[in-house]
């Protein structure tokens, strides 16, 4: 394959940096990547193309993958809240919440008895009284902890998620936890992606979105948002999309993401949808 319709080779040479969303994207639905996407990923790199993650799960839960892919340039986590590398040895940014937008989060979940969780880098902390949220969250390959009280696990917090059934409820602390009510927060309200009626609010420090995280990352790497290529199929990848990076939208992506996409792929994330781009990618580079 030496081009895709709609995409020049002279376009792909410039790309330096990929980046993946991983859920719906670079795994399938078993959260395995496909075999001729990890060979082609693999020689990106030997091609000097630096591969990167952008994800709403947490850094632990993308570490592995990056170790399977060989990529040492740092992954963004949590929808941008932090950047990382798998190491954990270079922090190229972190975004924790404040202690007050913490506290009093906790305090309404408990007064309109809505199940809590407190994000970290490495783990997401629960209490007995919240003992559903293992069960409930979309938070793929997070490590869980339980802990007996949130008291010790307010600082470094980089994300609060509320989860239940209760969408009128959920909506009423959105609505409490967003300006004016609120200040520097990023609040998110969506449906479960894999749970039947249940509703999600994210909270988050403002600027914490997967663009800013990209375009902090192409500033770390100095490169330019040009010489990007980002991959996604959910509403969270929508503000990548927005960037002037090469933007690339899988089969099984959101009709909202298609309409932003250069390019939109042939093939799902279950049919290793990404080779068909990474192999235009690399053809592109050994043309050099």
Not at 6 to 14: A, D, N, V
Not at 96 to 107: A, G
Not at 226 to 251: C, H, Q, R, S
Request: glycine letters at 6%; one cysteine or more.
């Amino acid at each position: 394959m030496n081009s895709i319709k709609g995409i020049s080779s002279e376009q792909l040479k410039k790309i330096k940096l990929v980046v993946l969303d991983v859920d719906g994207t670079l795994v399938n639905d078993e959260g395995i990547i496909g075999e001729k996407s990890l060979l082609l990923l693999k020689d990106l790199l030997r091609n000097d193309v630096k591969i990167s993650l952008a994800s709403g799960r947490l850094h632990s839960a993308l570490v592995e993958l990056a170790e399977v892919i060989g990529t040492k340039t740092p992954l963004i986590s949590l929808d941008g809240a932090l950047i990382k590398n798998s190491k954990g040895n270079i922090v190229v940014h972190k975004s924790s919440l404040r202690n007050n937008i913490v506290k009093k989060s906790i305090e309404l979940a408990e007064k309109y008895f809505i199940n809590i969780a407190l994000c970290h880098s490495e783990a997401i902390y629960y209490t007995e009284n919240n003992s559903l949220i293992p069960m409930i969250l979309d938070k793929y390959g997070a490590l869980y902890k339980e802990v007996d009280s949130y008291n010790n696990f307010m600082k470094d917090t980089l994300e609060i998620v509320f989860a239940g059934d209760n969408r009128r409820t959920i909506e009423y602390l959105r609505d409490r936890l967003s300006f004016p009510f609120a200040f520097g927060t990023s609040v998110s309200y969506f449906r479960s992606h894999s749970h039947d009626n249940i509703y999600y609010l994210e909270i988050k420090k403002s600027g914490s979105t997967k663009a800013k995280g990209l375009m902090r990352l192409l500033k770390y790497l100095n490169l330019d948002s040009t010489n990007a290529m980002v991959i996604g199929d959910w509403y969270n990848d929508i503000p990548m999309f927005e960037t002037k990076a090469l933007k690339v939208a899988m089969a099984n992506a959101i009709p909202e993401l298609k309409r932003m996409a250069n390019i939109v792929l042939n093939k799902s994330n279950n049919e290793d949808g990404i080779s068909e781009i990474l192999e235009a990618l690399l053809n592109s580079k050994r043309k050099k």
